[in-house]
């Protein structure tokens, strides 16, 4: 028989506050030889129940880490999580009974057909004959894979192959459903998909979804929520709109070489710039094979940027900077991450 939560249990505080995952000061090191790294470095995060929560960020910054320590495959070194209530560590088995996942690498038995590889999921977890039954039929309509569901998967795609793993995640009827990298490697048209999945699940079945992602439309086009997480600690968090919303009018872009910081002081110093940031373009200037790399600055400015054009390039001038290209937008979620990283997310 299931017990029902006492009104001070932790899982009967987290109802009241209406918290599906919280996170506190999580920290996870991993041991190489005589280095010790710190793959997540003091995360603290809180995703409502029925949300939609995207950890944005770099490889290596620690999505991952923090997905496998919340779906309870690894311990924290340090810190506490609870999903729903329950403690991650100290009551793993009542986390795991409310929770399903899909990771990054695609794990599927390629002789095992779509339905058999859903079937051995669902006698893993005792689901009743009956319901698995009912079950596979109903993910297999969701995730559109009719067709194929008795098919070896060997023979799938990979967005089909991500679609099965999406069914996989779903056969317990999980409160919170946690996808590392759904998109992964999808063309458009299969990544739409999943999105269309992701909306329907949490519109229809109020279920609490976190996912990392690297895609900026990803996390904009889903998230209620946004955390922007890099070298393992969340730098910034809050809705898309606010994220966006605090960077300025617009976002100028500079490409060029010369005394960066100087020019960067002289910036920081102008009544219509907010904030300025130096970051690494990925890109060169000179003659093939002397090239030598562009340094980047972006701008936001306070207000639209056209009018101030000339001061910006009479600014470079004084500090010996020379402009090489330069360009104007609306800021982003990559440019957030920009300002608060200083690198792009594709490194």
């Known amino acids: 028989m299931t017990q029902i939560a006492q009104p001070s249990s932790p899982a009967a505080q987290a109802f009241r506050r209406n918290l599906a995952i919280e996170v506190s000061g999580l920290v996870r090191t991993f041991q190489n030889g005589p280095k010790t790294t710190r793959a997540v470095d003091g995360v603290d995060l809180q995703v409502e129940s029925g949300s939609i929560y995207a950890l944005l960020g770099p490889n290596g910054a620690g999505k991952t880490t923090t997905i496998n320590i919340l779906t309870t495959l690894i311990p924290p070194t340090s810190g506490q999580a609870r999903i729903a209530g329950f403690d991650v560590v100290k009551e793993a088995a009542q986390v795991r009974r409310i929770i399903g996942a899909t990771f990054q ?17 669902g006698r893993l977890y005792h689901l009743p004959k009956a319901l698995l039954k009912s079950r596979i039929e109903e993910l297999t309509r969701l995730v559109e894979l009719e067709d194929a569901i008795d098919r070896p998967t060997k023979t799938y795609s990979g967005g089909m192959k991500r679609r099965l793993e999406l069914a996989r995640g779903l056969m317990t009827s999980p409160q919170v459903l946690f996808l590392d990298e759904p998109t992964q490697g999808l063309d458009p048209q299969n990544r739409d998909r999943i999105w269309t999945y992701i909306r329907q699940l949490r519109a229809e079945q109020g279920l609490t979804i976190l996912l990392t992602t690297h895609y900026m439309e990803e996390a904009e086009q889903l998230a209620d929520r946004v955390g922007i997480i890099d070298a393992g600690r969340i730098v910034r968090s809050g809705t898309p709109s606010e994220l966006i919303g605090a960077m300025g009018e617009d976002v100028v872009t500079i490409l060029g070489d010369g005394d960066t910081e100087k020019f960067l002081e002289v910036l920081k110093q102008q009544p219509f710039v907010d904030w300025a940031n130096r970051y690494d373009s990925g890109e060169t200037e000179g003659e093939p094979g002397q090239d030598t790399p562009a340094a980047g600055i972006q701008v936001g400015m306070r207000e639209q940027a056209g009018k101030f054009l000339r001061p910006i390039v009479e600014l470079s001038e004084g500090a010996g900077f020379k402009i090489g290209d330069f360009s104007i937008k609306r800021p982003s979620l990559n440019d957030v991450f920009l300002k608060f990283t200083g690198r792009r997310l594709r490194d």
Not at 105 to 121: I, P, W
Request: net charge negative; hydrophobic share 25%.
């Open 105 to 121: 690498e695609t794990v599927v038995d390629k002789n095992l057909s779509g339905r058999d590889t859903l079937d051995t999921h």
